[in-house]
């Protein structure tokens, strides 16, 4: 049995900033441009953003957090850190906060479940299992 589709299937959980995170995501945000290629989910993400104190920082992926999520549609579980731009390095699983993947996970807290559609329209769904600063 398939649920029918609906819009609360595809809402977006909430995305949180802190006031610093802010300034830092927002010059990122103007530096973007089209070129990166998740950097339309970030711009998204980024006006979805809701700042909080920051005593709650350690509760959400930030730039520089270590994030565990798992792929829904594939099941398997990945550890990556997200970084600015210039610091992602595939080897080391840094990735960037501009690439698709680090664009759907900042913001988000453990337990979160994010779905977007990639570049080829393929539905795309992760799952946030571990946050550490």
């Known amino acids: 049995f398939m649920p029918a589709l609906n819009d609360t299937m595809f809402s977006r959980p909430q995305v949180q900033a802190t006031a610093t995170d802010l300034a830092r995501l927002r010059s ?4 973007a441009g089209t070129e990166a290629p998740g950097a339309g989910l ?3 993400e980024f006006a979805r953003l809701k700042i909080v104190a920051d ?5 959400f992926v930030r730039l520089g957090s270590r994030v ?6 594939t099941n398997r579980e990945r550890g990556v850190r997200v ?3 210039e610091d992602a390095d595939a080897d080391g699983n840094w990735v960037s906060v ?3 993947i680090g664009a759907a996970l900042i913001g988000l807290s453990a337990g ?10 393929r ?11």
């Open 28 to 31: 990122l945000v103007q530096m």
């Open 68 to 73: 565990s999520y798992r792929d829904l549609s």
């Open 83 to 85: 970084v600015r731009p």
């Open 98 to 100: 501009l690439s698709p």
């Open 42 to 44: 970030f711009k998204e």
């Open 123 to 133: 539905l795309r769904v992760i799952k946030v299992l571990d946050v550490e600063a």
């Open 112 to 121: 979160a479940i994010f779905r977007w559609a990639d570049a080829d329209g």
């Open 55 to 59: 005593e709650l920082a350690e509760r």
